[in-house]
T-cell receptor, first 110, second 117 residues
Framework: KNEVEQSPQNLTAQEGEFITINCSYS?????LHWLQQHPGGGIVSLFM???GKKKHGRLIATINIQEKHSSLHITASHPRDSAVYIC????????????FGKGTKLTVNP | DTGVSQDPRHKITKRGQNVTFRCDPI?????LYWYRQTLGQGPEFLTY????????KSRLLSDRFSAERPKGSFSTLEIQRTEQGDSAMYLC???????????????FGSGTRLTVV
């Protein structure tokens, strides 16, 4: 079974700071998901990536398949970025159900 | 298409009552998943369907839980004789499975928050 570890568990930043959230997993995978969950519960899919780097606005996700590690970066952070960021991977390399990390709670203060 | 829809958004019920949640996936998606998320934890897999076939059920899905996807479109998740431990966010997701089994376009609904009192 794939084990997913995220760090840090909680992160507080000042508006404008560069944010990095890390995710490590134990079993080789076909793709990794980064998700965002705001208070109130709804989950939004930010990225699905299988290699290299993807960018969407101020969000950048990178993955190193050999090291089984991915990072989510937020540039010029803003209070509206405050949310829980969750990393998720398939359990054993396949890509049906996902195994989720516990999430990183990000708070960006003005 | 407006994405994955879940209904209701919130449900408060008394212990022992039955509840049913509905999920409408993205129309062209053939896979549908149910997850449960308790406070402070990441979501945990409950079950998934490919078209109308329920292909996998987690050990978390006790015999009080049943899920259906009768026509391969929307799905329902029913919990019978609810217990306080069932209080959680129930999330639905859908995706399109390729011939090789890979999932594309994984999309989550906003969830149904269940509170059992």
């Amino acid at each position: 079974k794939n084990e997913v570890e995220q760090s840090p568990q909680n992160l507080t930043a000042q508006e404008g700071e560069f944010i990095t959230i890390n995710c490590s997993y134990s079993v080789g995978i076909s793709a990794l998901h980064w998700l965002q969950q705001h208070p109130g519960g709804g989950i939004v899919s930010l990225f699905m990536l299988s290699s290299g780097k993807k960018k969407h606005g101020r969000l950048i996700a990178t993955i190193n398949i050999q090291e089984k590690h991915s990072s989510l970066h937020i540039t010029a952070s803003h209070p509206r970025d405050s949310a829980v960021y969750i990393c998720a991977v398939p359990p054993q390399g396949g890509s049906e159900k996902l195994v989720f990390g516990k999430g990183t709670k990000l708070t960006v203060n003005p | 298409d407006t994405g994955v829809s879940q209904d209701p958004r919130h449900k408060i019920t008394k212990r022992g009552q039955n509840v049913t949640f509905r999920c409408d996936p993205i129309s062209e998606h053939n896979r549908l998943y149910w997850y449960r998320q308790t406070l402070g934890q990441g979501p945990e897999f409950l079950t998934y369907f490919q078209n109308e076939a329920q292909l996998e059920k987690s050990r978390l899905l006790s015999d009080r839980f049943s899920a259906e996807r009768p026509k391969g479109s929307f799905s329902t998740l029913e919990i019978q004789r609810t217990e306080q431990g069932d209080s959680a966010m129930y999330l639905c997701a859908s995706s399109l499975a390729s011939g090789q089994g890979f999932s594309y376009g994984y999309t989550f609904g906003s969830g149904t928050r269940l509170t059992v009192v």
